[in-house]
């Protein structure tokens, strides 16, 4: 059973530790591994190196929208490619994300966590939120 009284509040708590994370995704790129290195680093994977500022600037403004609650459902939605991406990568260096390399763990429960947040909603204090147009109404609370 769902308590529709303090269900608002845990979306909104698991929101903003979602969006923190997806913004710390993206200043470990740019503040750690710098542009110019995660660039590199796709380059070595035989992806296109022009696409770390884009990945960057998804993660990081994605992460801030879902933050505030701007349409935040939709936007863990869409990040969940990015994210698969990542995972892809970290797949065959195992579960643990302390493994060498990286595991998969991480962005495995980024993943999870998005597509729990599409699917549970803005929660409270958002400032922007939409109904799902399959899924009815929102709630209210």
């Known amino acids: 059973m769902i308590d529709s009284r303090s269900a608002p509040y845990g979306a909104f708590v698991l929101r903003?530790?979602?969006?923190?994370?997806?913004?710390?995704?993206?200043?470990?790129?740019?503040?750690?591994?710098?542009?110019?290195?995660?660039?590199?680093?796709?380059?070595?994977?035989?992806?296109?190196?022009?696409?770390?500022?884009?990945?960057?600037?998804?993660?990081?403004?994605?992460?801030?929208?879902?933050?505030?609650?701007?349409?935040?459902?939709?936007?863990?939605?869409?990040?969940?490619?990015v994210m698969a991406g990542a995972m892809s990568v970290h797949i065959p260096n195992g579960w643990l994300f302390s493994a060498a390399g990286g595991g998969w763990e991480y962005p495995g429960f980024l993943i999870v966590a998005s597509f729990a947040l599409w699917l549970i909603g803005d929660g409270a204090f958002a400032l922007r939120s939409r109904p799902l147009f399959f899924l009815g109404r929102p709630a209210t609370a």
């Not at 290195?37 to 801030?64: D, T, V």
């Open 16 to 81: 903003v530790a979602l969006g923190l994370m997806w913004v710390s995704h993206a200043l470990l790129k740019y503040l750690v591994f710098t542009l110019p290195g995660f660039a590199g680093f796709l380059g070595s994977l035989g992806l296109p190196e022009a696409l770390a500022w884009p990945i960057f600037l998804a993660e990081l403004i994605g992460g801030a929208l879902i933050i505030a609650g701007i349409y935040a459902r939709h936007v863990a939605l869409l990040l969940i490619p």
